[in-house]
């Protein structure tokens, strides 16, 4: 097996403008093994972790999610949203070819006004506002996340083309404006519940997201 490409907190490939590897070590999970790299966001409070199987920076397509922190989803299992899930099939994915990176971007919880405000969201879809009415009635942005900085990650590891788990227009834009272009939709279909069907819909309605049947 290849030794993927390690980057230290002391190397000069290790910063990025809008980004800084602070840390790094070897991380087994369930999944298997990863390489593991936590990033300072400059200018801010947010921290995001790279998970990396394999070699990654050898100029071929590498398996990728941006995955948007969630911890009712995440960790809880919320069925809420469909969050949770795709975390989870996600890195089966990445663990059954050996090879990938799934980012896992935090500061991005309600798509970005955080725990407590999304838990109001919540309150407000069950008196009948969608998940973006709900966000606005609260004087908040429908979605108030940046891809900015997994972009600058995913270059910090070498990586210059990927193949996207995603539904999110706005991943594969911010990607390909980085100069990371996406080549290839990988879906991961998970099934749609009665609890979180509106929000899938609404997610592809509003946001353009696409095929809610495989979510995003």
């Given at each position: 097996?290849?030794?993927?490409?390690?980057?230290?907190?002391?190397?000069?490939?290790?910063?990025?403008?809008?980004?800084?590897?602070?840390?790094?070590?070897?991380?087994?999970?369930?999944?298997?093994?990863?390489?593991?790299?936590?990033?300072?966001?400059?200018?801010?409070d947010?921290?995001?972790?790279?998970?990396?199987?394999?070699?990654?920076?050898?100029?071929?397509?590498?398996?990728?999610?941006?995955h948007?922190?969630?911890?009712?989803?995440d960790?809880?299992?919320?069925?809420r949203?469909d969050?949770?899930?795709?975390?989870?099939?996600?890195?089966?994915y990445?663990?059954?070819?050996?090879?990938?990176?799934?980012?896992?971007?935090?500061?991005?919880?309600?798509r970005?006004?955080?725990l407590?405000n999304?838990?109001?969201?919540?309150?407000?879809?069950?008196?009948?506002?969608?998940?973006?009415?709900?966000?606005?009635?609260?004087?908040?942005?429908?979605?108030?996340?940046?891809?900015?900085?997994?972009?600058?990650?995913?270059?910090?590891?070498?990586?210059?083309?990927?193949?996207?788990?995603?539904?999110?227009?706005k991943?594969?834009?911010?990607?390909?404006?980085h100069?990371?272009?996406?080549?290839?939709?990988?879906?991961l279909?998970?099934?749609?519940?009665?609890?979180?069907?509106?929000?899938?819909?609404?997610?592809?309605?509003?946001?353009?997201?696409?095929?809610?049947e495989?979510?995003?």
């Open positions: 097996m290849s030794t993927p490409y390690t980057p230290s907190p002391a190397d000069g490939a290790a910063t990025e403008e809008c980004v800084t590897l602070a840390a790094t070590a070897t991380l087994p999970t369930r999944y298997g093994v990863f390489a593991s790299y936590a990033f300072r966001v400059t200018g801010g947010a921290e995001h972790l790279a998970l990396v199987m394999g070699e990654v920076g050898d100029q071929q397509p590498v398996l990728a999610r941006l948007s922190e969630c911890l009712t989803g960790v809880l299992g919320s069925y949203c969050c949770g899930e795709q975390l989870d099939l996600a890195l089966r990445i663990a059954a070819e050996g090879r990938g990176v799934l980012l896992y971007l935090r500061g991005h919880e309600g970005g006004i955080g407590s999304k838990i109001r969201a919540y309150a407000l879809q069950e008196q009948g506002l969608d998940t973006v009415e709900a966000n606005l009635e609260l004087g908040l942005p429908d979605d108030a996340r940046e891809y900015d900085s997994a972009a600058a990650i995913l270059r910090i590891l070498k990586v210059t083309s990927v193949r996207l788990m995603s539904n999110n227009p991943k594969f834009d911010t990607l390909s404006k100069g990371i272009p996406v080549c290839e939709r990988v879906a279909a998970i099934p749609v519940r009665e609890e979180n069907e509106r929000y899938i819909r609404t997610k592809q309605v509003k946001f353009g997201h696409y095929y809610f495989e979510n995003e």
